[in-house]
């Protein structure tokens, strides 16, 4: 995706997003939405 970092410069608590979703749902996983899910990622395992 343009503009969001590859996943080896991604955080440990990173989400993975299925093959081919996020050019398909492009208008959705934008950077912007890649950058909110990143920093509530960290929350994940509290939530588990």
Do not use: C, N, W
Not at 11 to 40: C, K, N, R, W
């Amino acid at each position: 995706m343009q503009g969001y970092p590859g996943p080896e410069s991604r955080s440990p608590h990173s989400i993975e997003i299925q093959a081919g979703l996020e050019e398909h749902y492009s208008d959705i996983y934008t950077h912007d939405a890649f950058m909110v899910i990143e920093a509530l990622a960290r929350f994940d395992d509290d939530r588990k």
